[in-house]
T-cell receptor
Framework: DAKTTQPNSMESNEEEPVHLPCNHS???????IHWYRQLPSQGPEYVIH???SNVNNRMASLAIAEDRKSSTLILHRATLRDAAVYYC??????????FGPGTSLSVIP | DTAVSQTPKYLVTQMGNDKSIKCEQN?????MYWYKQDSKKFLKIMFS???????INETVPNRFSPKSPDKAHLNLHINSLELGDSAVYFC???????????FGDGTRLSIL
């Protein structure tokens, strides 16, 4: 299983962009990079995933480094509702999802 | 419509009791999971079922027994509850492969 390193916590001002980094230097060639988040008192929620190319969806963008050893989750305009723990998870098709400590994001009004 | 629903939401019980947590998904997924989130907030997979067959069984005491009566349901039965079982238990489902997992809102189990 690929190991990941994420900051323990980050802060952002409301309506500002947020860049959440993740290092996954031991990622294998077949691992996709998944991001989930967990809002307070809720279950984890899927955010986005990608393999090599940058990906966009309605929630966020995912920028993947060319060597795939790191990635960045981008929230274009942070809202108070985005305050959550964000998890970066490399996994192949049939791997189990392994959650690390994640990054706790605080959004300041 | 709730996609993954768990009952009960809260469960407070005495040490030594036996209890069950139910999970249902209406997404048509073929794989379901149970996770445990302890007081330190680490989320760990316990079990995974695909089409009613057990495919992941992490190092979990055999007091924990999952039961999948059909593809849409995965229940968790816990015998002889211990203080260390206090945690939030999450059920999830997905289609096989890379598809994202959908989680329920959790069952908060407290052992007195």
């Amino acid at each position: 299983d690929a190991k990941t390193t994420q900051p323990n916590s980050m802060e952002s001002n409301e309506e500002e962009p947020v860049h959440l980094p993740c290092n996954h230097s031991t990622i294998s060639g077949t691992d996709y990079i998944h991001w989930y988040r967990q809002l307070p008192s809720q279950g984890p929620e899927y955010v986005i995933h990608g393999l090599t190319s940058n990906v966009n969806n309605r929630m966020a963008s995912l920028a993947i480094a060319e060597d795939r050893k790191s990635s960045t989750l981008i929230l274009h305009r942070a809202t108070l509702r985005d305050a959550a723990v964000y998890y970066c998870i490399p996994k192949t098709s049939y791997d189990k999802v392994i959650f690390g400590p994640g990054t706790s994001l605080s959004v300041i009004p | 419509d709730t996609a993954v629903s768990q009952t009960p939401k809260y469960l407070v019980t005495q040490m030594g009791n036996d209890k069950s947590i139910k999970c249902e998904q209406n997404l048509g997924h073929d794989t379901m999971y149970w996770y445990k989130q302890d007081s330190k907030k680490f989320l760990k997979i316990m079990f995974s079922y695909n089409n009613k067959e057990l495919i992941i069984n992490e190092t979990v005491p055999n007091r924990f027994s999952p039961k999948s009566p059909d593809k849409a349901h995965l229940n968790l039965h816990i015998n002889s509850l211990e203080l260390g079982d206090s945690a939030v238990y999450f059920c999830a489902s997905s289609q096989e492969g890379l598809q994202p997992q959908h989680f329920g809102d959790g069952t908060r189990l407290s052992i007195l």
